[in-house]
């Protein structure tokens, strides 16, 4: 099971590169970045511009992906990125560019395989936008979440004048 190893993997990483007696200061970020998800997944349940898909067993569908998504691979990963954000703004650039083209292959490469499935008009070039606006407003939520917030909504808002939501599909 393809969700069982990439799981295993993560948490790897994050027993091996998160400073976990720092753990706290990035932990709002964390939060933030699930009430997003949460709240695209909620808005566009049935009416999808990406989903999860199961390929090994039947019971396996994008709610319960997304839920390990949302609260174990994300995170851990966030935790990463936040904890060594380069100081340098060279070098932010270079490592934020680095975490956009890791995400993005990453989505791309389970797309061919079928796990990870766009509709709606939804592309992975698309992606690779949205991953690098989530980043870069993640980092902004490290330094000044009042602002992240602030920006968030007026890029949610601008999100689904771009990728309406028929009304019918909201519940």
Known sequence: MYLLLVIVVWVLFAYRFI???????????????IAINMTHNMIYFNH????????TLEWLNHTII??????????AGL?????????????????LAVWVVFYTALEW???????????????????????LVLFVILRMHDKNPVRA??????LGILFVFMFPVPWESLK
């Open 19 to 33: 400073d976990w007696a720092n753990w706290r200061k990035h932990y709002p970020t964390v939060l933030f970045f």
């Open 48 to 55: 999808t511009l990406w989903a999860f898909r199961g390929i």
């Open 66 to 75: 997304n839920l390990a998504f949302t609260f174990i691979i994300v995170p």
């Open 79 to 95: 935790f990463i990125f936040l904890q060594r954000f380069p100081r340098q703004r060279r070098n932010q650039f270079i490592y």
């Open 109 to 131: 490469l389970f797309s061919l395989k079928g796990m990870y499935v766009y509709d709606n008009g939804w592309n992975n070039w698309y992606n690779f936008i949205l991953n």
């Open 149 to 154: 917030l602030l920006v968030s909504i007026v």
